[in-house]
């Protein structure tokens, strides 16, 4: 609705494909083919509140639903019998009409349950006593009518005898009419389950028949109490309903015997009315007539007057009834809202923050299984520790020498202290063999060994490379090579000699000797006695020879090669490498075969290499390198 001021507004709605616009007045019916219902401005309404409302029109099942939802009943005092009535709302100035509302339908309620035996007992004599007033005014028109026309009555003794017998008999007939009227009446009323209204003149039954009448009045009204609160299938209700149906069953019985006995007598009154009638017949017709008339008449003046004394004491009753139901507060507008309860809001929020993390790290704990750092690898084995490599990102898909580019940077260092430490661990020989390998691949084997190569020949040493990874090959890759169909795996099977497979690098006495043509069976040809007499030949020739092996997690090529090195190296890749990978290092120690394996940590980050000190620009500005 859009208010015009405070008296008129506009009322538009949507219902279907229907669009609904008209302007109405506030307190007059708003009538249409839709809708039905009267619109008022609350007098606490102000322009300040906005001119334009929304309302929702909802089914009954729907407002019963909301309502259950809602309202709350509490006992305050249970030995007081006092209970406290409340509703929750968005809106606070609805909640408060509601609950204004629903205590005063209760209190209402209540009183017109406990009046109500006395309003059907009234509205059962008004329907009496407007019976009996039209058969009087028909009876007085009639004495009118006799008057006029016969002027005067003039009656005899024994016409006067006679008519006070028929007058006695006529008026006991009456009753007992009226008595098979009101048995029927009440034999209909206990069949369909309706408070018995007992007839005014409560002497026209026994005193059994009006005992069992009010007990089952008494029943009925618990029943329907009981409907308040539970269900029809309930056992409770079960139970008042069968005590009901038990005294129904006894009572009509008892009327059944009554209105056979009143039956019987009405039979005998007939039979004397038709003797004095046959004595009648010689008396004027219409004497008799006006006498009979005259009889009824006062019987029903009678009548009127008592009817008329029972209304009034029923009335009486009515105007003086109160319910027990007191309303001791009435609704008040609470101070704040009970909901949201910020303080609760945030306790639950900090408390949930403190769970949700706790349970975050103890999942990132759980899930974790990568090594991380130096600490790891140290923590976990035995095994010699001669460095790490720091982080590095390449734009190469493929391992690179980088060493001889940038001389000066982290990864050099670095790389240099490893070389130191490979020296320390080996006496001081002619020439050494060490091997390269790590559990899978991308841990970085080839990239360690190629630059290893490199900073060894900037040392003047004589170094040569072997890529025996002979499945995935990859060394030739690192000095930008095309593969040959001259390597290693023809070098085993002896197809070509060891000058022509030597390859010459871009670095000064750095050689290597790639794959070759990929073998069917690797292993077997690394078993040949031909790979010892060239690592034989190879040792006569250059001062370092170092075997870029295939991970030993994947294939077993890598064992073989490494039980001919002087120095096993292992590469683990921090962040990459699994600290299950680490169980193979310690294996492998366990064995006694390789008692110098050493492990080199590639790929830490620059926070936890150990170094104190870096070089700078020289190291962030490496196009192939960053931290």
């Known amino acids: 609705i859009s208010l015009l001021d405070t008296s008129r507004f506009i009322l538009s709605y949507n219902l279907g494909e229907k669009e609904f616009e008209q302007e109405y007045k506030f307190s007059s019916p708003v009538i249409n083919e839709d809708f039905e219902f009267n619109m008022?401005?609350?007098?606490?309404?102000?322009?300040?509140?906005?001119?334009?409302?929304?309302?929702?029109?909802?089914?009954?099942?729907?407002?019963?639903?909301?309502?259950?939802?809602?309202?709350?009943?509490?006992?305050?005092?249970?030995?007081?019998?006092?209970?406290?009535?409340?509703?929750?709302?968005?809106?606070?100035?609805?909640?408060?009409?509601?609950?204004?509302?629903?205590?005063?339908?209760?209190?209402?309620?209540?009183?017109?349950?406990?009046?109500?035996?006395?309003?059907?007992?009234?509205?059962?004599?008004?329907?009496?006593?407007?019976?009996?007033?039209?058969?009087?005014?028909?009876?007085?028109?009639?004495?009118?009518?006799?008057?006029?026309?016969?002027?005067?009555?003039?009656?005899?003794?024994?016409?006067?005898?006679?008519?006070?017998?028929?007058?006695?008999?006529?008026?006991?007939?009456?009753?007992?009419?009226?008595?098979?009227?009101?048995?029927?009446?009440?034999?209909?009323?206990?069949?369909?389950?309706?408070?018995?209204?007992?007839?005014?003149l409560d002497d026209k039954f026994p005193a059994h028949i009006i005992s069992l009448i009010n007990e089952l009045n008494l029943l009925i009204n618990d029943r329907e109490k009981l409907g308040l609160s539970y269900r029809e299938n309930t056992y409770t209700y079960k139970a008042r309903q069968k005590e009901i149906d038990l005294l129904k069953s006894d009572l009509l019985g008892q009327i059944e015997n009554a209105k056979e006995n009143t039956i019987e007598d009405e039979s005998d009154l007939v039979n004397q009315k038709i003797q004095l009638n046959q004595q009648l017949k010689k008396l004027p017709s219409k004497s008799t007539e006006y006498n009979k008339v005259k009889r009824f008449y006062t019987l029903y003046e009678e009548i009127y007057l008592s009817l008329m004394q029972s209304k009034n004491e029923f009335e009486i009753a009515i105007a003086g009834s109160t319910t027990k139901i007191k309303i001791l507060s009435p609704a008040t507008m609470p101070d704040s809202p009970i909901k949201p309860n910020k303080t609760i809001i945030y306790m639950a929020g900090g408390v949930s923050f403190i769970v949700l993390s706790f349970i975050f790290i103890v999942i990132s704990y759980l899930a974790h299984d990568k090594i991380d750092g130096i600490a790891d690898v140290e923590r976990n084995t035995a095994a010699t520790l001669l460095g790490s490599v720091p982080k590095y990102k390449s734009a190469k898909e493929h391992a690179k020498i980088i060493v001889n580019e940038h001389p000066k940077s982290a990864l050099s260092e670095s790389m240099r202290s490893i070389r130191t430490n490979m020296q320390f661990m080996l006496p001081e020989t002619k020439s050494k063999v060490y091997s390269i390998t790590s559990t899978i691949g991308s841990e970085g084997k080839t990239f360690i060994s190629t630059n290893m190569g490199a900073l060894l020949a900037m040392a003047g040493k004589k170094v040569i490379i072997l890529d025996m990874d002979l499945r995935r090959p990859k060394v030739h890759k690192a000095f930008d090579k095309e593969s040959s169909d001259c390597g290693m795996s023809t070098l085993l099977i002896k197809k070509h000699n060891l000058s022509e497979c030597i390859t010459k690098s871009h670095i000064e006495d750095l050689d290597f000797i790639g794959a070759g043509p990929v073998p069917p069976n690797p292993s077997e040809l690394i078993l040949r006695e031909a790979f010892d007499e060239i690592l034989e030949k190879l040792r006569g020739l250059y001062d370092v020879i170092l075997l870029d092996t295939p991970p030993i997690g994947i294939v077993t090529d890598g064992l073989l090669a490494m039980q001919k090195a002087d120095l096993p190296i292992y590469i683990l890749r921090a962040g990459y490498s699994k600290l299950s990978f680490i169980g193979n290092i310690n294996r492998l120690m366990a064995t006694g075969r390789y008692p110098n394996l050493s492990v080199i940590l590639n790929n830490v980050s620059n926070k936890k290499t150990g170094f104190g000190y870096s070089y700078g620009d020289v190291y962030t500005s490496s196009p192939y390198y960053q931290e």
Do not use: C
Not at 63 to 89: G, H, Q, R, T, W
Not at 125 to 138: A, H
Not at 181 to 197: M, P, R
């Open 40 to 200: 008022v401005l609350s007098p606490s309404w102000n322009s300040s509140m906005g001119t334009e409302f929304y309302f929702i029109i909802r089914s009954h099942d729907a407002l019963m639903d909301y309502i259950e939802a809602n309202l709350s009943v509490e006992p305050v005092n249970v030995e007081a019998n006092i209970f406290k009535v409340s509703f929750k709302d968005y809106n606070v100035n609805k909640a408060h009409a509601l609950i204004s509302a629903i205590d005063t339908l209760y209190y209402k309620y209540s009183l017109n349950e406990k009046n109500r035996a006395n309003k059907n007992k009234i509205e059962y004599l008004n329907t009496q006593l407007t019976e009996t007033e039209n058969k009087l005014d028909d009876f007085e028109k009639y004495f009118e009518d006799v008057t006029i026309s016969n002027r005067t009555v003039s009656l005899d003794e024994d016409v006067k005898r006679t008519v006070t017998i028929m007058n006695n008999l006529d008026s006991q007939q009456v009753r007992l009419q009226d008595r098979l009227a009101d048995l029927n009446s009440i034999i209909n009323e206990i069949k369909d389950g309706q408070i018995v209204i007992m007839p005014t």
